[in-house]
T-cell receptor
Framework: NAGVTQTPKFQVLKTGQSMTLQCAQDMNHEYMSWYRQDPGMGLRLIHYSVGAGITDQGEVPNGYNVSRSTTEDFPLRLLSAAPSQTSVYFC????????????FGNGTRLTVT | AQSVTQLGSHVSVSEGALVLLRCNYSSSVPPYLFWYVQYPNQGLQLLLKYTSAATLVKGINGFEAEFKKSETSFHLTKPSAHMRDAAEYFCAVSGDNAGNMLTFGGGTRLMVKP
C-alpha cells in the first residue's frame, strides 16, 4: 500500500528554471493538496483540488501552477524558480468527509540558488 | 477564517516527565482538529483527531488531547515522555474554509532529555 508518493526527494534549481514536482496517490481520494513547510511557519497551503478537473488556490499560490487530469495525480509546477521557493514541499490527500485526516507524502526538498 | 496558534516553538522535557504541547484555534464553525507528528526527514503522521464524538481523544504512542470549546484549545499531552517522542508536532484545524483544507499551526519541536 504505497499511499502518497512524491518525486523527486531532492532537487536543486537555478533561479529562473522550471520544474514539476510529481505526486500520486493510490487511495482513490478526491481531495489533494500541496503544502510548503518553512521553519517556524508550519505548513502553508499552495494549491488544492477537490476532484479531477477542479483546482483552486491556497494561501501562497504565486509562482506555482497545478492541474488535476486524473484522480491519482496532482503535479505542482514551478514556472520560474526563485530563491524564496526554497522549501520542503508536501503533497497530501484525503477523503471527502469533513473529519478525514490528511495522508502525506515524504516530501521534496527544493533548493533554488 | 480559521487559524491555529501553537504556543512555544520549542519544548524541552526530561525523559519520564509530562509532555504538554499547547494549541489554540479559531473557527467560525464547529471545528475538526488534528495533531500530527513529524520525525526528521519524514512526512507528517496523524497522531489523533477530534471529530465531536468525545472531548478527550486518545491517539497513538500514548498521546491524548482534550477539546475545550470554552477555551478554544486542543492541547496535546502524554504522561511520560520517551526519547523516541522527540519530533516536531503540528496542530491543524479544518471546517471553515473552501474545500475543507487543513490550516496548520507553526509547529512545536519537542526535545527529550535523558
Amino acid at each position: 500500500n504505497a499511499g502518497v508518493t512524491q518525486t523527486p526527494k531532492f532537487q536543486v534549481l537555478k533561479t529562473g528554471q522550471s520544474m514539476t514536482l510529481q505526486c500520486a496517490q493510490d487511495m482513490n481520494h478526491e481531495y489533494m493538496s500541496w503544502y510548503r513547510q518553512d521553519p517556524g511557519m508550519g505548513l502553508r497551503l499552495i494549491h488544492y483540488s477537490v476532484g479531477a478537473g477542479i483546482t483552486d488556490q491556497g494561501e501562497v499560490p504565486n509562482g506555482y501552477n497545478v492541474s488535476r487530469s486524473t484522480t491519482e495525480d496532482f503535479p505542482l509546477r514551478l514556472l520560474s524558480a526563485a530563491p524564496s521557493q526554497t522549501s520542503v514541499y508536501f503533497c497530501a490527500s484525503r477523503g471527502t468527509a469533513n473529519n478525514s485526516p490528511l495522508h502525506f507524502g515524504n516530501g521534496t526538498r527544493l533548493t533554488v540558488t | 477564517a480559521q487559524s491555529v496558534t501553537q504556543l512555544g516553538s520549542h519544548v524541552s522535557v526530561s525523559e519520564g516527565a509530562l509532555v504538554l504541547l499547547r494549541c489554540n484555534y479559531s473557527s467560525s464553525v464547529p471545528p475538526y482538529l488534528f495533531w500530527y507528528v513529524q520525525y526528521p526527514n519524514q512526512g507528517l503522521q496523524l497522531l489523533l483527531k477530534y471529530t465531536s464524538a468525545a472531548t478527550l481523544v486518545k491517539g497513538i504512542n500514548g498521546f491524548e488531547a482534550e477539546f475545550k470549546k470554552s477555551e478554544t484549545s486542543f492541547h496535546l499531552t502524554k504522561p511520560s515522555a520517551h526519547m523516541r517522542d522527540a519530533a516536531e508536532y503540528f496542530c491543524a484545524v479544518s471546517g471553515d474554509n473552501a474545500g475543507n483544507m487543513l490550516t496548520f499551526g507553526g509547529g512545536t519541536r519537542l526535545m527529550v532529555k535523558p
